[in-house]
């Protein structure tokens, strides 16, 4: 039963990394055609990180961390549980091998109706 909650709990974590959105990607030009070797207009303005380094907390990066963070506990309360789901268990000793011993016994003898004495092997 561990084997396939472990299994189970590891399969759903890499489907969810696997289904996890990525950033998007973008080929084109934000600020129009590609430059070209012949292009003589000025150079495009400068960002300004004061204004970058001043707005990148209002992203709400910490929301994700803090999601992120809640979805791996409430995982491992879950993948916890289904581990310890069965709690201790007892579990019977095997019985004692059976004893065996060889005794003589008469025999009917198929090919001729006859009888003839045999060692067989009595287990109780």
């Not at 084997?3 to 189970?8: G, P, Y």
């Not at 759903?12 to 934000?30: D, E």
């Not at 590609?34 to 970058?52: A, F, M, V």
């Not at 065996?100 to 109706?113: K, L, M, S, T």
Request: aromatic residues 6%; charged residues 25%.
């Amino acid at each position: 039963m561990k084997k396939i909650a472990l299994s189970v709990l590891s399969i759903a974590i890499l489907t969810s990394a696997a289904m996890a959105p990525a950033g998007t990607a973008m080929a084109q030009w934000r600020d129009g055609p590609p430059p070209r070797w012949d292009d003589r207009r000025p150079p495009p303005p400068r960002w300004d990180r004061d204004r970058d380094r001043h707005h990148r907390h209002h992203d709400n990066t910490g929301k994700v961390i803090a999601g992120g963070l809640a979805a791996g506990i409430v995982g491992g309360l879950i993948g916890g549980a289904l581990a310890n789901s069965g709690g201790p268990r007892y579990v019977e000793p095997p019985p004692p091998p059976p004893r065996c011993w060889f005794e003589d016994q008469r025999v009917r003898n198929a090919y001729d109706g006859g009888w003839h004495m045999e060692s067989i092997r009595v287990c109780r």
